[in-house]
T-cell receptor, first 115, second 111 residues
Framework: DAGVIQSPRHEVTEMGQEVTLRCKPISGHNSLFWYRQTMMRGLELLIYFNNNVPIDDSGMPEDRFSAKMPNASFSTLKIQPSEPRDSAVYFC?????????????FGNGTRLTVT | QKEVEQNSGPLSVPEGAIASLNCTYSDRGSQSFFWYRQYSGKSPELIMFIYSNGDKEDGRFTAQLNKASQYVSLLIRDSQPSDSATYLCAVRDSTLGRLYFGRGTQLTVWP
């Protein structure tokens, strides 16, 4: 099992540019989560998909952020335009369809720096 | 977002001692609780989960849950320097199944 795969591992971009983060969940997992981690705020849930459908996007900070899951094996998180305060580590995680006790399996994260 | 509170630490214990990590949560309807370990620069990895009141043991780790007090803890026996990491408490909410994390407790085990 390859685990959750995220790309890129590191992204450095200038303010105002579009940033796209990618995630491939573990095969057979039907839930996918995007989190953002900073020293100040810890791990924040941004959006949660179940069976490719967004269930809760209340954590998305503002309209500059959008996420899609066109199929069971791929998701993107897009920031347009990016700002320095978006600098953080972005994690994608997936979990299997086994109910409330299903743990999350995290990808290695994308470290985003916006200058 | 639902509240998950942890002491940020740092918590420092000598090798061989018991490390005790605590977590409280606000959603009384929460049913499942998870402990993750995160080494610096790495992603969180699952240590164990618990969903019934009482204790659950896995090797040197014991999770304790008290739903009436909305409290969950993690005990690490015979602590090793390799246990030095940030420990994250996570709670799955009772409505949409989202997993909320505390900010973590930084543990240092010194030889």
């Amino acid at each position: 099992d390859a685990g959750v795969i995220q790309s890129p591992r590191h992204e450095v971009t200038e303010m105002g540019q579009e940033v796209t983060l990618r995630c491939k969940p573990i095969s057979g997992h039907n839930s996918l989560f995007w989190y953002r981690q900073t020293m100040m705020r810890g791990l924040e849930l941004l959006i949660y998909f179940n069976n490719n459908v967004p269930i809760d996007d209340s954590g998305m900070p503002e309209d500059r952020f959008s996420a899609k899951m066109p199929n069971a094996s791929f998701s993107t998180l897009k920031i347009q335009p990016s700002e320095p305060r978006d600098s953080a580590v972005y994690f994608c995680a997936s979990s299997p369809p086994r109910g409330a006790n299903s743990p999350l399996h995290f990808g290695n994260g994308t470290r985003l720096t916006v200058t | 977002q639902k509240e998950v509170e942890q002491n940020s630490g740092p918590l420092s214990v000598p090798e061989g001692a018991i490390a005790s990590l605590n977590c409280t949560y606000s959603d009384r309807g929460s049913q499942s609780f998870f402990w993750y370990r995160q080494y610096s620069g790495k992603s969180p990895e699952l240590i164990m989960f618990i969903y019934s009141n009482g204790d659950k043991e896995d090797g040197r780790f014991t999770a304790q849950l008290n739903k009436a007090s909305q409290y969950v803890s993690l005990l690490i026996r015979d602590s090793q320097p390799s246990d030095s990491a940030t420990y994250l408490c996570a709670v799955r909410d009772s409505t949409l199944g989202r997993l909320y994390f505390g900010r973590g407790t930084q543990l240092t085990v010194w030889p």
